[in-house]
């Protein structure tokens, strides 16, 4: 079993050449298959670590530091893990749990769709079957690491469905499924996520599907949607700390401190700025965990709103801190490729924060609930 | 449930043809979008001159026609 430790070493070196190539970092998922920590949020009675969500917050912080793709990955599958534990039925459970526990198994997630427009709530990929058997034939712009995954959580109308918003959650192992690779992927950032267009199609058992039929929503709004923001502010928190951590660092170092004067009012009221940017989303990272772990109704909209204000903020903030520091070290260490600060690597993988699920979308829906709440119930 | 109650919510609900709204229609289902609940909430309070308090605010309320009418009714009350 490798530490936690040795899996960031693992990380950290093969970060930058995945970037280049837009490749999934596959040595970095045979790390983390081998550390376990696949299983994080699996219960122990499975031979998971029996993690909850500030555990998972944590590690994706720490690899954040590293490689934000990787983080992203991770914390994606985390989400994908602990919506099995939470609403899977026995059968599945059963299935799933163990490997999962083990760390074998690699989630990858189908929830996107062309022509929807990123709403993750609707679906218009129809579904057949029978009372015993689904067929799943499901077309995905965008499914992350989604050719290296050993098993899909794929979203999909119910059979028989007469709205767009009757929506099932289906498990598929990769052996059930044919799948084929669509295209390329060769984004701005984030390049190590090999988020590439896919089909999938096959049959499964109808105790596949996860929760009831068509009560994707439920899922959602109880753990599939609180854990994404959970998860994506972790990741873009971690990437940004890094940031600021390798600029102190650079500022401190003999060549620093002959480029930086560091009794410098601008200097240090820009380190200041980015700091106080880390800080606000790590406050709002922390209340959004404890009102997650202790609100008996995750659909009431203070809670709704503090859920999606932590993936704005930290989204924006984020990027802006990073901006920031680009602009504190100058073009050689803040532009260039090759710096060992490796600072435009981390802007281009933030640039994607404010548009992994769209910012303006989770606004409209705040602002809706800010009508909501005329009493200003803040959770 | 009232005569007024399906003919409020009918506007809402643009998948429900012209089903009957029982108390147990999913109004998610027959398309009831969280983007208008403010649109209903007005619809309700000049339906029945009652404001629905903000702890009910919840998918609770707003998943069945009967839960929702179970709502109301409770305000309507107060």
């Not at chain 1, 936690?4 to 045979?30: H, M, T």
């Not at chain 2, 919840?58 to 009714?73: K, M, R």
């Amino acid at each position: 079993m490798l530490t936690l430790e040795e899996v960031l070493a693992v990380v950290a070196e093969e970060a930058g050449q995945a970037d280049l190539e837009a490749r999934f970092p596959v040595r970095s998922l045979e790390a983390l298959r081998s550390s376990g920590l696949l299983g994080l949020v699996v219960p122990g009675e499975f031979g998971g670590m029996g993690g909850g969500y500030a555990e998972m917050v944590d590690v994706t912080l720490r690899l954040a530091r590293e490689d934000m793709s990787v983080a992203m990955v991770f914390a994606m599958h985390c989400q994908q893990a602990a919506t099995l534990v939470r609403h899977a039925g026995p059968a599945l459970r059963e299935r799933v749990l163990p490997a999962l526990g083990r760390g074998e198994l690699y989630l990858g997630s189908v929830t996107t769709e062309r022509g929807k427009g990123g709403h993750l709530l609707v679906s218009e990929s129809a579904t057949t079957g029978d009372d015993e058997v689904l067929r799943v034939d499901r077309d995905a712009p965008i499914v992350t690491g989604g050719e290296h995954a050993d098993a899909y959580l794929i979203t999909a109308l119910a059979p028989g469905a007469t709205s767009p918003s009757q929506v099932s959650l289906v498990y598929a192992d990769r052996a059930q499924l044919e799948v084929s690779v669509l295209g390329g992927w060769d984004p701005l950032g984030m390049r190590a996520t090999h988020s590439v267009p896919m089909r999938l199609t096959g049959a499964v058992p109808v105790t596949q599907i996860v929760g009831e039929p068509g009560s994707f929503r439920d899922i959602v709004t109880a753990t599939f949607g609180p854990l994404a923001h959970l998860g994506w502010a972790a990741a873009w928190l971690g990437a940004a700390a890094g940031a600021l951590s390798r600029v102190v660092g650079h500022i401190r170092s003999p060549e620093g401190r002959k480029q930086f004067d560091t009794e410098s009012d601008l200097l240090l009221t820009r380190l200041a700025a980015v700091r106080g940017r880390l800080e606000v989303v790590n406050a709002l990272l922390r209340q959004t965990l404890g009102a997650v772990a202790e609100s008996a109704d995750l659909s009431a909209p203070p809670v709704r709103m503090l859920v999606n204000t932590l993936k704005v903020e930290a989204a924006t903030q984020c990027f802006a801190a990073v901006d920031q520091l680009v602009e504190v070290v100058g073009l050689r260490h803040g532009y260039l490729r090759g710096s060992a600060l490796w600072l435009e690597r981390v802007f281009r993988d933030l640039r994607s924060a404010s548009l992994n699920y769209a910012n303006d979308r989770l606004r409209l829906a705040n602002g809706v609930s800010v009508l909501l709440d005329p009493e200003v119930r803040l959770a | 449930m009232d005569s007024r109650f399906a003919d409020m919510l009918r506007p809402f609900l643009k998948y429900a043809g012209g089903a009957e709204i029982t108390l147990e229609s999913s109004l998610r289902d027959l398309g009831l979008d969280s983007m208008q609940a403010i649109e209903l909430l007005f619809a309700i309070e000049d339906t029945y001159q009652v404001s629905l308090p903000d702890e009910l605010l919840t998918d609770t309320t707003f998943a069945t026609a009967g839960s929702l009418w179970a709502a109301i009714s409770g305000a309507r009350q107060c």
